[in-house]
């Protein structure tokens, strides 16, 4: 394990806590063009600890989904390393960072992604399934989860039976179903009204701060992020606290 990094070699760490979340070190991506790459991210560095909630603002088309899907372990970069609770990914076998993106991270995404042949109940069932709970486990945990979301009503309703703000939350429950420890959401309210979009922030920041998830959001509402505990931008390709 000579990859796994301590809090002393990444950023100063708060008291009590051993390595960041994620660590993102010197992290580049570029994309093949005709003619010059096109250089997305170009040395970016990013850490993120337990409890905390980062936004992401940025304009359309400076890297927002890039950095998340890094982080995510989707992709792997070009240059740099990523590190999930201290241990560097950009190395490991394609089985073991999806092992690792099953166990420790959560996506929600725009549009909710929710199967639409399932209830709300059993869309949250079916990551823990897949993780090995049984199906009462599962259920009980999904059930509490869309309950504490203000679903308690909604769960037997399949994604067409809800408003979009419900439809997020279910895809909120869902991704910390599994109770991951980085919860990647790219632009969670950005097809909903302000009305519904606070709600649903609100709900995810809840339940953030009462799991201790590390949470990055990318927004473009910037009162909503304000309301959380650091802001960062993407400039030049690299990560800037605003
Ligand atoms: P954002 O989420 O901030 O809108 P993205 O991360 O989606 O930005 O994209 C950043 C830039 O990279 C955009 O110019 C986009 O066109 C380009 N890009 C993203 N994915 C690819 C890809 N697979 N191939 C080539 N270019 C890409
Ligand atoms: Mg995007």
Do not use: C
């Amino acid at each position: 394990m000579s990859d796994v990094v301590t809090a002393e070699a990444a950023v100063a760490a708060p008291a009590g806590e051993e390595a960041p979340v994620l660590w993102m070190e010197k992290v580049e991506r570029r994309y093949a063009e005709a003619g010059a790459p096109l250089e997305i991210l170009k040395g970016a560095d990013f850490a993120i600890w337990p409890g905390e909630t980062v936004a992401l603002i940025a304009p359309s088309g400076t890297g927002k989904s890039t950095l998340l899907h890094l982080a995510g372990l989707l992709e792997a970069p070009d240059g740099g390393e990523v590190y999930i609770s201290g241990q560097a990914t950009s190395k490991l076998a394609d089985k073991e960072r999806t092992r690792i993106r099953r166990l420790e991270i959560g996506f929600v995404y725009q549009f909710h992604h929710l199967l639409p042949e399932f209830s709300a109940l059993e869309n949250v069932i079916l990551p823990q399934m897949i993780r090995g709970l049984t199906y009462k486990e599962a259920k009980d945990r999904a059930s509490e989860l869309l309950t504490y979301l203000g679903l308690g009503e909604r769960q037997t309703h399949r994604p067409a039976e809800m408003s979009g703000g419900e439809q997020q939350r279910v895809a909120i429950a869902r991704a910390v179903a599994n109770a991951p420890r980085l919860l990647l959401a790219d632009e969670p309210t950005g097809n909903l009204d302000p009305k519904t979009a606070d709600h649903v922030f609100s709900a995810l920041g809840q339940l953030v701060r009462a799991s201790r998830l590390a949470a990055v959001v990318a927004t473009h509402n910037m009162d909503l992020a304000g309301r959380m505990d650091r802001r960062v931008t993407i400039r030049d390709g690299l990560i800037v606290e605003l």
